[in-house]
């Protein structure tokens, strides 16, 4: 069975920094995207940040109130995709989730399948 496990997240205080860490679980042939989202209280969920594998391989794509602040990294070794979150403000409280489009392993032998996979989130608070 394929799942996305995220860490990292914590109490943080304003301006400081975490990284979050999202790895892929089970029988993976290839990743297409993986990615960042956030649903702060009250809101709907929100891109954070994405990396493209395969032809557009590092292209990343940022909203545009993290820019300049995160950075999403991605080890394809590992299928493994980080989140380092810097000068961290209140505003970027949130439950955070790691998404990921990718190829895996089928339920019958030999076989495979693409899903797009949700990880369970991790709370990431920012306050003094």
């Known amino acids: 069975q394929v799942q996305l496990v995220e860490s990292g997240g914590g109490l943080v205080q304003p301006g400081g920094s975490l990284t979050l860490s999202c790895i892929a679980s089970g029988t993976i042939f290839g990743i297409y995207v993986m990615g960042w989202y956030r649903q702060p209280p009250g809101k709907q969920r929100e891109l954070v940040a994405e990396?493209?594998?395969?032809?557009?391989?590092?292209?990343?794509i940022y909203a545009d109130s993290v820019k300049a602040r995160f950075t999403i990294s991605m080890d394809n070794n590992k299928h493994t995709a980080y989140l380092q979150m810097n000068s961290l403000k209140p505003e970027d409280t949130a439950v955070y989730f790691c998404?990921?489009?990718?190829?895996?392993?089928?339920?019958?032998?030999?076989?495979?399948?693409?899903?797009?996979?949700w990880g369970q989130g991790t709370q990431v608070t920012v306050s003094s």
């Open positions: 998404n990921a489009d990718l190829q895996h392993s089928g339920v019958l032998p030999g076989t495979m399948r693409r899903s797009n996979l």
């Open positions: 990396i493209i594998s395969g032809m557009d391989s590092g292209r990343t």
